[in-house]
Nanobody
């Protein structure tokens, strides 16, 4: 059974940092594009960042460029999202996604709240 388990969320103040992790129980993890998405209350889920299987290409939402960094460890079957200089508008539930052609798997999400 495929499982993606996110961790690392929490409550932080503006300007602080968090590091999210997603461990995937996936056969051939290194073939999947891994991504982080987020969904705030009343809003649609949006792409935050993704990374290709070879770790040679990344893609970021404009709102997080220069502040967030996605990375992956294909030995540990884990993808990370380093989030720096957090802002209140980053408050959302963050989801991990694994994609391979038309096959997608999602985690259950981890809550990130940025508030003073």
């Amino acid at each position: 059974q495929v499982q993606l388990v996110e961790s690392g969320g929490g409550l932080v103040q503006p300007g602080e940092s968090l590091r999210l992790s997603c461990v995937a129980s996936l056969f051939n993890f290194n073939k999947y594009v891994m991504g982080w998405y987020r969904q705030a209350p009343g809003k649609e889920r949006e792409l935050v960042a993704d990374i290709n299987s070879a770790r040679t290409a990344t893609n970021y939402a404009d709102s997080v460029k220069g502040r967030f960094t996605i990375s992956r460890d294909n030995v540990k079957n884990t993808v990370y999202l380093q989030m720096n200089t957090l802002k209140p508008e980053d408050t959302a539930t963050y989801y991990c996604k694994a994609g391979f052609f038309n096959v997608n798997y999602w985690g259950q999400g981890t809550q990130v709240t940025v508030s003073s």
